[in-house]
Nanobody
């Protein structure tokens, strides 16, 4: 069973930075593309960043473009999300998952990591 574990969240003031980490493991894990999703209060879960291991190409939602950077190590099944210039609208629980055509690949999500940005 695939296991996804996110860490690195916390409380930060507007303008601050956080670095999130994701470790993927388990039988059956194999994803050529990984991404970070987030779910803010009263909102649906949304995809915010994607990395393709084949060429390390990346994609970002407009709301985070220029502020967030996704990276990782395919061999270690780890994905990083560096978040800079945070604003209160970034407050959410952040999750990682494989990505297929913009959708989460695996049904079982990790616990996520809470990011709270104060104004």
């Amino acid at each position: 069973q695939v296991q996804l574990a996110e860490s690195g969240g916390g409380l930060v003031q507007a303008g601050g930075s956080l670095r999130l980490s994701c470790a993927a493991s388990g039988r059956g894990f194999s994803s050529s593309t990984m991404g970070w999703f987030r779910q803010g209060p009263g909102k649906e879960r949304e995809l915010v960043a994607v990395i393709a291991w084949s060429d390390n190409s990346t994609w970002y939602a407009d709301s985070v473009k220029g502020r967030f950077t996704i990276s990782g190590d395919n061999a270690k099944n780890t994905v990083i999300l560096q978040m800079n210039s945070l604003n209160p609208e970034d407050t959410a629980v952040y999750y990682c998952n494989g990505v297929v055509r913009g959708k989460p690949r695996y049904d079982n999500w990790g616990q996520g990591t809470q990011v709270t940005v104060s104004s």
